[in-house]
T-cell receptor
Framework: QQQVKQSPQSLIVQKGGIPIINCAYE??????FPWYQQFPGKGPALLIA?????SEKKEGRFTISFNKSAKQFSLHIMDSQPGDSATYFCAARGHQGAQKLVFGQGTRLTINP | DTAVSQTPKYLVTQMGNDKSIKCEQN?????MYWYKQDSKKFLKIMFS???????INETVPNRFSPKSPDKAHLNLHINSLELGDSAVYFC????????????FGPGTRLTVL
């Protein structure tokens, strides 16, 4: 119940395309869903996050869509660029004092020029 | 002006040795974490400290012992290193609030020979 399942494992898209990464969870106590971006040799960095009381959030070219009833959320990258090539992680946080994040398995995204 | 720093960046050692990884954050956060990222890029939390108090202790072998001398530092000591301990270890910090962003350090790549 503490798992977050992420797909696909890897994704290759042409420049300008719209990669979509999907995540699913079981635990209805999760109350915060961030996405992290990780470049090779670097630590993960927060990209965008959403709370379950909204269905969509946009920040620049990045959009999270959230479906509470289906317990699924996804990341869309508009007008993707080669510089977006990285590993993307979805995560979920339980509404507990420990502030514990459970991460998905990661998606290695490659944007071809 | 580094937010979360770790030393060393690389650590190569023999099986059976004892080693430490240090972490410091200058963000004024009250919570710090250790994560392990395996060869498949999977990120898993190991420990979390809030105001120097251990609040998350996942199923981690007793050979791993975190120590937090103050709110800005969280060190990880590993005894009797094993081949399976080879991974990238990330320190992170956050300020406990309704929706805390976790800031990650650059990681320490540990290789056990």
């Amino acid at each position: 119940q503490q798992q977050v399942k992420q797909s696909p494992q890897s994704l290759i898209v042409q420049k300008g395309g719209i990669p979509i990464i999907n995540c699913a969870y079981e635990n209805t106590a999760f109350d915060y869903f961030p996405w992290y971006q990780q470049f090779p040799g670097k630590g993960p960095a927060l990209l965008i996050a959403i709370r379950p009381d909204v269905s969509e959030k946009k920040e620049g070219r990045f959009t999270i869509s959230f479906n509470k009833s289906a317990k699924q959320f996804s990341l869309h990258i508009m007008d993707s660029q080669p510089g977006d090539s990285a590993t993307y992680f979805c995560a979920a946080r339980g509404h507990q004092g420990a502030q514990k994040l459970v991460f998905g398995q990661g998606t290695r995204l490659t944007i071809n020029p | 002006d580094t937010a979360v720093s770790q030393t060393p960046k690389y650590l190569v050692t023999q099986m059976g040795n004892d080693k430490s990884i240090k972490c410091e954050q200058n963000l004024g956060h009250d919570t710090m974490y250790w994560y392990k990222q395996d060869s498949k890029k999977f990120l898993k939390i190991m420990f979390s400290y809030n105001n120097k108090e251990l609040i998350i202790n996942e199923t981690v072998p007793n050979r791993f012992s975190p120590k937090s001398p103050d709110k800005a530092h969280l060190n990880l000591h590993i005894n009797s290193l094993e081949l399976g301990d080879s991974a990238v270890y990330f320190c992170a910090s956050s300020q406990v609030s309704s929706y805390n962003e976790q800031f990650f350090g650059p990681g320490t790549r540990l290789t056990v020979l």
